[in-house]
């Protein structure tokens, strides 16, 4: 019990030094490491960007580090369409 | 069909290719309305937060790990893990005049198939009370066309009046009453053209009420013509209790639009007993320490911060509330009574004894008290009916120690009598408020002895033959008496033959 907590407050820590990058398309390695010196300098901490190829985007790439989504696909964007209308 | 596109182009063009900033969370437990979520680390207290499938929730605990959310809507579609959003937004809701004659729910949604409310303006649910400077003492009356609240237990405009009894007391009736006697003067006040006067616009919050007595009270409103003043929310028993909780905060952001614009409102909480049940289910549902009976520490807060938003301000207008309390066997000093007794300006004592007795309304007038609304109360008013209270205390305490003798002097049996006559005076039927100028002709027919000669049994008769003959033939002298609004010699003297003149004609 005491552990599987442990646990999940490291798998939350670990997770703000990573910024996973969704994408539909390709996605080159200047992009990444744009993404990862933007980040590290946001979170004032070394993040690490992985790419994840996800074609239910459409176009575009969503970066999640930690908590935080920045949204900058065709998906989100009608998602986003869709709520307001 | 144009229109839908014209919205849909609307927001095309609005759409930006700039990367948008969320902060998420994933459901953890989702169980009884309430979801615990992961994350969310840049949540605020009382922030909108999405969810999937478009309910939303409030952010209520935030916790060093996780957070509390109770679920406004369908919970049946969430399940671990969904992803949560975080908005920036505080609950708001739809206020202004399109509210009028329409029901809401807690989220000001419309709930009674009228369309959508076009309204452009949102107050937040949760508001800060005004503070001391920008208050006025409350010195306008608002009268519940009740003569035994008028006339005894006066309340004013920004006052806080609680109604309390147990069940079956008729406390919603008194409330329905007054927004009644509103809807009535705002006819007649609009409808003389005159620029000073003031509407008072109702709003009544049901809460955790059975749907068909929602319905009874809005059929009520309906009938009187009054639901075109009246703004009612409404989240019935079969609400969630998030809902329940929120419905009396709405309420308020919606009063307070008018109170804030310069107009004058009443609202109605029906009742806060429920509020305090609805809200110590969450609080327990979200594990927060408990204290008496169960609640949680901040129930007086809870009511307390709603309370306080009922105010009259300076400059701008008022927000009059009257809140409910059910009692359980007449024990007024349970934990909730007792919280709200101590923090609105008085209360409206009903008792079952009175009621079951036929008197009604079953004001109990010695624990019945109004802690500022005298300096509201209109001069004749005054003149007619200041003793009364006295009266009916006296009349009371003889009435009790009369239970154990038959010989009774003179004077305690006139006492009685004039009591016995008061009583009856003060019966009403429900939904019949009284216009003030009416309850104080009969008063002052009262006070001059004119029900003397008349049986106690036949007083209502006697009474409701004497309004007939005010209102059929003496509209003119009503009216000098609404204008004035306090008695001459001249009008006095008008009043004294308008009652000669029916106990001339009146045959018991």
């Known amino acids: 019990m005491v552990l599987k907590a442990y646990r999940r407050l490291i798998a939350i820590e670990l997770a703000k030094g990573i910024a996973l990058v969704d994408h539909a398309g390709a996605i080159n390695s200047a992009t990444l490491a744009a993404i990862e010196a933007a980040m590290t300098r946001k979170y004032g901490r070394t993040v690490k960007a992985t790419a994840r190829p996800n074609k239910e985007l459409l176009a575009g790439v969503r970066v999640q580090v930690g908590d935080d989504i920045y949204e900058s696909s065709v998906a989100g964007q009608l998602a986003a369409l869709a709520s307001s209308v | 069909m144009s229109t839908v596109l014209e919205q849909i182009e609307q927001q095309i063009a609005k759409l930006s290719s700039k990367a948008v900033k969320k902060n998420t969370g994933n459901i953890r437990t989702v169980a009884d309305g309430v979801a615990k979520i992961d994350g969310l680390s ?35 579609q969430l399940k671990e893990g969904d992803e949560v959003t975080t908005t920036g937004r505080l609950l708001s809701v739809p206020v202004g005049m399109e509210l009028l004659g329409r029901t809401v729910d807690a989220l000001g949604q419309p709930v009674d198939g009228k369309g959508p409310i076009d309204s452009k303006v949102t107050y937040p649910v949760e508001k800060i009370a005004p503070g001391i400077i920008v208050r006025k003492s409350v010195s306008q009356p608002l009268f519940t066309g009740i003569m035994a609240i008028d006339s005894m237990i006066p309340i004013g405009r920004g006052q806080r009046e609680l109604i309390i009894g147990d069940r079956g007391t008729g406390k919603t009736t008194i409330t329905i009453d007054t927004i ?140 009059t509330a009257l809140p409910i309390i059910e009692t359980l066997a007449g024990d007024v000093s349970a934990y909730i009574p007792t919280n709200v007794i101590s923090i609105t300006d008085g209360q409206i004592f009903l008792e079952t004894d009175l009621f079951n007795q036929g008197i009604r309304p079953a004001v109990s007038v010695g624990l019945s008290v109004s802690r500022v609304g005298s300096a509201a109360q209109i001069k004749a008013t005054k003149q007619v009916g200041g003793k009364l209270k006295g009266e009916l205390a006296q009349f009371r305490e003889l ?110």
């Open chain 2, 42 to 76: 840049d949540v605020m207290y009382n922030e909108m937060v999405q969810f999937p499938g478009g309910a939303i929730g409030i952010a209520l605990n935030l916790e060093e790990d996780e957070v509390g959310c109770v679920i406004l809507g369908d919970v049946s």
């Open chain 2, 180 to 319: 009644i006697n509103q809807a009535k003067i705002n006819k007649v006040g609009l409808a003389s053209g005159d620029k000073n006067f003031r509407p008072v616009y109702s709003i009544y919050v049901a809460i955790g009420q059975k749907n068909s007595n929602v319905v009874r009270t809005i059929s009520a409103l309906e009938a009187a013509g009054a639901l075109e003043f009246t703004v009612i929310v409404a989240a019935p028993a079969g609400d969630n209790p998030a809902n329940q909780y929120l419905a009396p905060y709405s309420g308020a952001a919606i009063g307070e639009w008018f109170m804030e614009n310069g107009m004058d409102a009443l609202i109605v909480y029906d009742d806060l007993s429920k509020h305090a049940v609805a809200y110590r289910q969450i609080s327990l549902i979200l594990k927060r320490p408990s204290g008496r009976e169960a609640y949680p520490g901040d129930v007086f807060y809870l009511h307390s911060r709603l309370l306080e938003r009922a105010a009259r301000l300076d400059g701008k207008g008022s927000l």
């Open chain 2, 399 to 508: 009435a009790a120690f009369a239970q154990f003798g038959s010989d009774l002097d003179a004077k305690t049996k006139a006492q009685l009598d004039r009591g016995g006559r008061i009583v009856e005076l003060f019966k009403q039927p429900a939904f019949a408020p009284l216009p003030i100028e009416l309850q104080v002709a009969v008063l002052f027919a009262m006070q001059k002895g004119f029900f003397e000669p008349v049986e106690i049994k036949k007083i209502v008769v006697a009474a409701a033959s004497l309004k007939s003959f005010f209102t059929t033939r003496k509209d003119a002298l009503l009216a000098e008496v609404r204008t004035k609004a306090a008695l001459d010699k001249d009008l006095e003297a008008k009043l004294l033959a308008a009652c000669e003149e029916w106990k001339s004609s009146y045959t018991a």
